[in-house]
């Protein structure tokens, strides 16, 4: 691969294939550097290290997620559109591990912001607009939905359920039923005042 064919995009692009092929934690300077065929220290101008790559593969993961989940939510709402978006994080796990682990790395609080993080919690929460949540509750299920879904892939993707029956797909389609039962019940607590009506408003 030509020197010219290094940008800090085409680092993170590598960074990301290279992720799914070894792992996240794989994910350093020199290993990139080794495969645009160039000595580690001609990286340092396009990244400022190993940290600030995996930062960028993070950020390039949750774009593509982000889009793989608005395309499968689009025109649908209720359970048909929470599953659009379980599916789609477990089918991008699969198809590209390494990335999907890096959509979970920790990053400080200016990059999230400008991150498509916040486009995955405005996904989430197009999904539950099609169920009556009171608006006090929003947050919660959000991080209740967001839970679920990444907790059992990353247990399933870890080899948690190898050796247990039934099949993970079985459970995977129970835990949809599952939640989508709680969105159209959710239990009323301090947080979600019996008097708010189904809009959220009093």
Known sequence: MARAGITPERAAEVGAALADELGFDAV??????????????????????????????????????????????????????????????????????GRFAATLAVVDTETAAASAGPRHAQLTAAVLRGYNLPEAAHVHAIRMLGSTVRGFITLEMSGSFDHSSPDPDSSWLVAIDALDTLMRNWPVGPSTPASSTKNGHE
């Open 28 to 97: 350093t300077v020199a290993e990139v550097a080794r495969r645009f065929g160039v000595k580690t220290p001609s990286l340092y101008s396009h990244v400022a290290g190993s940290a600030d790559l995996r930062t960028r593969v993070t950020l390039l993961a949750l774009e593509e997620l982000a889009d793989r989940v608005s395309e499968r939510i689009v025109g649908r709402s209720g359970k048909e559109a929470l599953a659009g978006l379980a599916n789609a994080y477990r089918d991008y796990a699969h198809e590209h591990p």
